[in-house]
């Protein structure tokens, strides 16, 4: 079979599993397996275990169910409400002030979890009624707590880059560093966007009233409890930037200090701290079978020529290397929309990360704008995992349509962060560059 | 009837209770980490077995949690076309996918039996007491055996097979009578 042909065949019959609602972790496993039996023989199927073997004792990927649980725990202790009450009583007061708060508690919390599910469901639950309740308009409070929940998995510490540093055998501290800038630019971005809407319109967004705001020492007083918050972060950032910590030994202390912090303040219970597990359990095993799974397709493809041919077909074409990267981009949020994370990451980084590296790109960058392009995949429709959670907790009278309009304006917006992110490199680099090239 | 629906209880609360298993070892592996870095840092003794133990804990509880995850149908779906159906279109659809579901995880079950077997059995093991013991262990200097985390791959896939066929008798089931097996 010449490769042009499993090409077709291969990636025809994936997608087929795939519309046909098999799980992505069996779709790719099995379209890998009885294409090594084909094509290599039946005998060759015996290498799937030891690829296996190797992606779930990687000391890298255990940073994964750390990150995970961390997260879980801050959810149960209610780490994020607080927070969010914090923010929303120092810039409530602002037109759409309660939209803007939620992104901002969003992005605090970015820098905790290295996941969305925690912020996604818990400012749907607090924020969003809120905001209903004030009459703030439908598409701006779903849009705001949709991207701003995804940023969870954008900035650092974020689950998405340690699996890409994985597969691309880049840096997770520098792919960290990279992530931050470009984190808080859409961060910045939404939050600017709130304001300018409902500045030209108020009845978008209005303001908290001036007697429901508190005075001044009371709200300087709701920065308290975010102290030790504020220490963890620098514990897990710092020690992964200053070099001193592994990201898996930094995702440790996470996971225990957010149990020490949660513990002390008496919100932490037992039965909290196994439900904090079990939903480790399930998310954990299901991005790594999708990584067992991606990983015989894919592994296959490149043994067989299927990087060589994709790179020959994008490098060969003789087109320009920023016309390329375009091409990359959009096939990132074509299949954004219809693949999750782990599986794009996992079938797209091996044959992209060569083609990257041979035009000249900074690896680094790339990945980072990677990242930036997944944060499309949570808000795009049909699959989109923050529409799927913010669906769930969401009152009643928010229906899935309200959530997809609301989120169309923010994917506007990540989409104009991503532009920003490849005409002004310097917004992803500078922060490695200070950190590790200096 | 009354075997098979015994043998879909037993399944589901096997998986259940290996889900429970997997919670202890979360934390233990949190516990270890934890211990690693506070010898490290702190005290400025490093163990030769912290890093390791806790990769292996993570590595047994990932494949463990296969059919777990599968019991709550929490392996990640594409659901452009899938989730839009009826229940009884998506039961069809599922029968139909149950055939590569099978041959993924019937094959993924025989190969890595052979593969741990081939562990279990190596000759290079290590002396306990003097006694020669065989079975493949870890080049670290801890030198971990490697068996018995290798022992819970064709276990992971076993219990992904069991799972696997409870839901084919639900959907079948379904299927059939239209109705939902409680």
């Known amino acids: 079979m010449s490769i042009e042909t499993i090409t077709i065949t291969m990636f025809g019959s994936m997608m087929l599993l795939l519309m046909l609602g098999l799980p992505v972790a069996f779709s790719c496993g099995t379209v890998g397996m009885v294409f090594t039996a084909l094509i290599q023989g039946p005998m060759a199927v015996s290498i799937v275990p030891t690829r296996i073997f190797g992606l779930m004792t990687n000391y890298l990927l255990a940073a994964i169910p750390l990150f995970i649980f961390m997260a879980c725990i801050l959810e149960r202790g209610g780490l994020i409400a607080e927070i969010y009450e914090m923010v929303y009583q120092w810039f409530g007061g602002l037109k759409g002030g309660v939209a803007t708060a939620s992104v901002m508690a969003c992005t605090m919390m970015a820098a905790m979890v290295g996941v969305i599910g925690a912020s996604e469901v818990t400012m749907g639950v607090i924020a969003l009624p809120e905001m209903l309740k004030r009459r703030y308009d439908k598409f701006i409070s779903t849009g705001s707590i949709l991207a701003g929940g995804t940023l969870g998995i954008l900035i650092p510490p974020s689950v998405m880059l340690i699996v890409y540093g994985m597969v691309d055998n880049s840096s997770i501290g520098q792919l960290y560093a990279g992530a931050f800038l470009p984190g808080f630019l859409l961060a910045g971005l939404y939050i600017a966007y709130i304001s300018f809407r409902c500045y030209l319109n108020p009845i978008m967004g209005p303001p908290i009233p001036k007697e429901e705001r508190l005075p001044l020492i009371t709200r300087i007083k709701l ?59 399930k998310s954990s095993a299901m991005v790594l079978w999708t990584m067992f799974g991606a990983n015989i397709f894919v592994a296959f493809y490149i043994m067989v020529g299927g990087g060589a041919f994709v790179t020959q077909l994008l490098v060969g074409s003789g087109l320009d290397r920023w016309v390329i990267l375009w091409i990359m981009q959009l096939i990132l949020i074509f299949l954004g929309a219809f693949i999750d994370w782990v599986g794009i990451i996992m079938l797209c980084v091996p044959l992209f990360g060569p083609i990257i590296r041979k035009l000249g790109f900074d690896p680094i960058w790339f990945g980072v704008l990677f990242a930036v392009n997944l944060q499309m995949s949570f808000l795009t429709p049909p699959f989109g995992y923050a529409l799927f959670y913010l669906k769930g907790v969401a009152p009643k009278e928010i229906s899935t349509t309200d959530i997809w309009k609301g989120a169309a304006a923010f994917l506007g917006l990540q989409f104009v962060g991503l532009v920003l992110c490849m005409i002004f490199p310097e917004i992803i680099l500078v922060v490695p560059r200070l950190l590790f090239r200096g | ?51 390791e133990l806790m990769t292996l804990l993570f590595a047994i509880f990932y494949v463990a949690a296969g059919g777990y995850a599968h019991y709550y149908r929490a392996h990640v779906r594409v659901d452009v076309f899938y989730a839009t159906r009826s229940e009884r279109t998506r039961a069809i659809l599922d029968l139909i996918t149950s055939v590569p579901f099978f041959l993924f995880t019937l094959v993924l079950f025989y190969t890595s039996w052979e593969f741990y077997w081939s562990s279990q059995t190596m000759e290079a093991g290590a002396e306990v007491l003097g006694i020669q013991v065989p079975g493949e262990r870890s080049f670290t200097d801890w030198g971990p055996a490697y068996y018995p985390i290798k022992f819970m791959m064709p276990f992971g896939a076993l219990m992904l097979i069991l799972q696997g066929l409870v839901w084919l008798m639900r959907d079948i089931h379904l299927v059939a009578t239209g109705r939902k097996l409680s």
Not at chain 1, 254 to 280: D, H, P, S, Y
Not at chain 2, 8 to 27: E, Q, S
């Open chain 1, 223 to 281: 920065l308290f409890p975010l102290i030790p918050a504020g220490i963890l972060v620098f514990l897990v950032l710092g020690t992964i930037w200053l070099g001193i910590a592994a990201p898996t030994e930094a995702a440790g202390v996470g996971a225990v200090g957010a149990m020490i912090i949660t513990f002390a303040q008496g919100k932490l219970k037992w039965k909290g701290i196994v439900e904090a597990c079990e939903n480790t359990l």
């Open chain 2, 1 to 51: 009837m009354k075997a098979l629906r015994t043998f879909m209880m037993a399944v589901d609360k096997t998986n259940i209770f290996i889900g429970k298993l997997m919670v202890g070892v979360t934390l233990l592996a949190v516990l270890v980490i934890t211990f690693e870095v506070v010898m490290r840092y702190i005290f400025g003794a490093p163990t030769n077995w912290g890093h």
